[in-house]
């Protein structure tokens, strides 16, 4: 047994590597002088391992390259070999060494892997730059979305409106030209995109935007009235003049404006979600020149829409008496807020509805007021009182005005805003649905599989070999089946909850804008109504000298 001493390890650290190559490569052709020049290595370096741990060399590929022939046992090259992958000894003057990575040279200490490994290491790197780089094209691409000119297609009830559909975008899947184009669609087109996508996505958990409701009484009318069409341009616009008054003239045309604002809204919130904007049927709505299929299921006096009625008072049912044993408590959570939530706008909405509807009569009474007012200054003698009554029935039909345009602010930018997300939340339980109907196929394939376990073990028992390999394969069946509903049950449960992330930070975004646009509306209305009052004070306070 060697005895190493500390003076023997350093100067083992000193030593150049390149003799202890040198002097094994010299020792080669002699076979006779093998066990000597390893004894001779062994003992002159402390840190050598014993010849037996090394791991074996032969048939090392050297990229791609025929095998080497085996080597003999009594060779001296392993040793020297593995010294020098395991010896932390400087290298050979003149030459310049890097530490090579546990995870390069691989587990076994081959050192041939390392092209191998640095490829799948820069391949692990490549995700993270590809993710920058899609981000950075992402934030470049828009998809703008408006809806224009309503006009009406037709007379009497055989009649329709149709509305321009105006797209700019310049994201590659739509094939748009000139990064512009427009088309026109009627309403129905409108509800049969939405029953397309909802038929796609909604059993998977996505949250799908809801089109707007029909109404039987505003279509009706609008069939009925001679010319009915509206200039499309921003609802907000449309509906507040730049002088304070309103441009909706008559219920015709404010059902019209509403209508196209609704529907713009409905696509720019479809567009605004990853999955659905890729649709295709969705991009055939937007690019497709010329009308599109009749979705004939849309009407609401048809077979299809009593059906669908009928299928929804059925949901309705299985929603109040279906419960489900929720083991997570986010979806509990999430719950009794959605239905929280829904009671509050619902209440919020009725509320603004009622106030725009008194500030709209607001508006008539004064205009009455006005005229009253005139005809009374008209028929005064005294010429100061007079010119006061004719100043202030001027200063009533300013504040009418005002009203007016506040009564539509009231109801096209709040109450509107209110009125999608009480449907949102509609879409937003409709998903949840899914996720309990998903529980309840899940819940039915393990009941269905404990009765054909059972089934098999009493086939088993009475020895009934006729039966025995159909239970065993309906077993297995049912295995599978258990398996992949449990699958289908955990996907949906993670899609609502990626969901519901993106319509939380979205349905805050939208009612802040909200919100501050309706505070600065009001603020306006209220700064003319006393500039109006402020240029009528030095009427009154003629009359009171």
């Given at each position: 047994m060697?005895?190493v001493?500390?003076?023997?390890?350093?100067?083992?650290?000193?030593?150049?590597?390149?003799?202890l190559?040198?002097?094994?490569?010299?020792?080669l052709?002699?076979?006779?002088?093998?066990?000597?020049?390893r004894?001779?290595?062994?003992?002159?370096?402390?840190?050598?391992r014993?010849?037996?741990?090394?791991?074996?060399?032969?048939?090392i590929?050297?990229?791609?390259s025929?095998?080497?022939?085996?080597l003999?046992?009594?060779d001296?090259l392993?040793?020297?070999?593995?010294?020098?992958k395991?010896?932390?000894?400087?290298?050979?003057?003149?030459?310049k060494?890097q530490?090579?990575?546990?995870?390069?040279?691989?587990?076994?200490?081959?050192?041939?892997?390392?092209?191998?490994?640095?490829?799948n290491?820069?391949?692990?790197?490549?995700?993270?730059?590809?993710?920058?780089t899609?981000?950075?094209?992402?934030?470049?691409?828009?998809?703008?979305?408006?809806?224009?000119?309503?006009?009406?297609?037709g007379?009497?009830?055989?009649?329709?409106?149709?509305?321009?559909?105006?797209t700019?975008?310049?994201i590659?899947?739509?094939?748009?030209?000139?990064?512009?184009?427009?088309?026109?669609?009627?309403?129905?087109?409108?509800?049969?995109?939405h029953?397309?996508?909802q038929e796609?996505?909604?059993?998977?958990?996505?949250?799908?935007?809801?089109?707007?409701?029909?109404?039987?009484?505003?279509?009706?009318?609008?069939k009925?009235?001679?010319g009915?069409?509206?200039?499309?341009?921003n609802?907000?616009?449309?509906?507040v003049?730049?002088?304070?008054?309103?441009?909706?003239?008559?219920?015709?045309?404010?059902?019209l404006?509403k209508?196209?604002?609704?529907?713009?809204?409905?696509?720019?919130?479809?567009?605004?979600?990853?999955v659905?904007?890729?649709?295709?049927d969705?991009?055939?709505?937007?690019m497709?020149?010329?009308e599109?299929?009749?979705?004939?299921q849309t009407?609401?006096?048809?077979?299809?829409?009593?059906?669908?009625?009928?299928?929804?008072?059925g949901?309705?049912?299985n929603?109040?008496?279906?419960?489900?044993e929720?083991?997570?408590?986010?979806f509990?959570?999430k719950?009794?807020?959605?239905?929280?939530?829904?009671?509050?706008?619902?209440k919020?909405h009725?509320?603004v509805?009622?106030?725009?509807?008194?500030?709209?009569?607001?508006?008539?009474?004064t205009?009455?007021?006005?005229r009253?007012?005139?005809?009374?200054?008209n028929c005064?003698?005294?010429t100061?009182?007079a010119?006061?009554?004719?100043?202030?029935?001027?200063?009533?039909?300013?504040l009418?005005?005002i009203y007016?345009?506040?009564?539509?602010a009231d109801?096209?930018v709040?109450?509107?805003?209110l009125?999608?997300?009480v449907?949102?939340?509609?879409?937003?339980k409709?998903?949840l649905?899914?996720r309990i109907?998903?529980?309840q196929?899940?819940?039915?394939a393990?009941?269905t599989?404990?009765?054909?376990?059972?089934?098999?073990?009493?086939?088993?028992?009475a020895?009934?070999?006729?039966?025995?390999?159909?239970?065993?394969?309906?077993?297995?069946?049912?295995?599978?089946?258990?398996e992949?509903?449990?699958?289908?049950?955990e996907?949906?449960?993670?899609?609502?909850?990626?969901?519901?992330?993106?319509?939380?930070?979205?349905?805050?975004?939208?009612f802040?804008?909200?919100i501050?646009?309706?505070?600065e509306?009001?603020m306006?209305h209220?700064?003319?109504?006393?500039?109006?009052?402020?240029?009528?004070?030095p009427?009154?306070?003629?009359?009171?000298?």
């Amino acid at each position: 047994m060697t005895t190493v001493t500390p003076e023997d390890f350093f100067d083992a650290e000193e030593r150049n590597d390149a003799d202890l190559f040198t002097s094994a490569r010299e020792e080669l052709p002699s076979n006779n002088r093998n066990l000597e020049t390893r004894k001779e290595i062994r003992t002159s370096d402390p840190l050598a391992r014993p010849a037996e741990d090394s791991p074996p060399m032969e048939d090392i590929d050297l990229g791609g390259s025929s095998p080497l022939e085996p080597l003999e046992k009594n060779d001296p090259l392993p040793p020297v070999v593995e010294e020098a992958k395991v010896k932390p000894s400087p290298s050979p003057r003149g030459m310049k060494t890097q530490p090579v990575p546990s995870s390069i040279s691989g587990g076994d200490g081959n050192p041939f892997t390392e092209p191998e490994q640095t490829e799948n290491v820069r391949e692990q790197q490549d995700p993270a730059e590809n993710k920058e780089t899609m981000d950075e094209e992402a934030r470049d691409q828009f998809l703008e979305i408006s809806v224009l000119d309503p006009e009406k297609v037709g007379d009497g009830m055989s009649s329709y409106m149709s509305y321009r559909v105006r797209t700019r975008t310049n994201i590659p899947y739509f094939k748009c030209r000139n990064q512009e184009t427009e088309v026109w669609r009627r309403f129905s087109d409108f509800l049969g995109l939405h029953d397309k996508l909802q038929e796609k996505y909604l059993h998977s958990g996505r949250i799908i935007p809801r089109a707007p409701e029909k109404n039987v009484l505003g279509t009706t009318k609008v069939k009925m009235s001679s010319g009915a069409t509206s200039g499309g341009g921003n609802s907000e616009t449309a509906s507040v003049g730049s002088d304070g008054g309103s441009t909706v003239a008559s219920p015709t045309d404010e059902f019209l404006e509403k209508r196209r604002a609704s529907l713009e809204r409905y696509l720019n919130r479809t567009a605004a979600h990853p999955v659905l904007r890729q649709d295709p049927d969705f991009r055939d709505f937007l690019m497709q020149e010329g009308e599109l299929p009749r979705a004939t299921q849309t009407s609401a006096l048809s077979g299809a829409g009593v059906l669908r009625l009928f299928s929804r008072m059925g949901e309705t049912m299985n929603k109040m008496t279906v419960k489900i044993e929720e083991n997570d408590p986010w979806f509990e959570e999430k719950t009794q807020q959605i239905e929280s939530m829904e009671i509050q706008l619902r209440k919020l909405h009725t509320s603004v509805d009622a106030l725009s509807q008194l500030r709209k009569d607001l508006a008539l009474n004064t205009a009455s007021f006005a005229r009253a007012t005139a005809i009374l200054s008209n028929c005064e003698e005294h010429t100061s009182l007079a010119r006061a009554l004719s100043q202030f029935s001027e200063l009533e039909e300013k504040l009418e005005q005002i009203y007016a345009a506040q009564s539509t602010a009231d109801a096209v930018v709040l109450a509107e805003t209110l009125k999608d997300y009480v449907g949102l939340l509609g879409s937003v339980k409709a998903a949840l649905h899914e996720r309990i109907k998903a529980y309840q196929l899940w819940q039915h394939a393990q009941q269905t599989l404990v009765r054909k376990r059972e089934a098999k073990a009493k086939y088993e028992l009475a020895q009934r070999s006729d039966k025995i390999p159909q239970a065993k394969e309906e077993v297995t069946e049912w295995e599978a089946k258990v398996e992949r509903s449990q699958e289908a049950f955990e996907a949906i449960s993670r899609t609502i909850k990626r969901e519901m992330e993106g319509f939380d930070k979205t349905r805050v975004t939208d009612f802040r804008d909200t919100i501050v646009k309706y505070l600065e509306i009001l603020m306006e209305h209220q700064q003319e109504i006393i500039r109006h009052w402020e240029a009528f004070l030095p009427e009154a306070q003629a009359i009171v000298q």
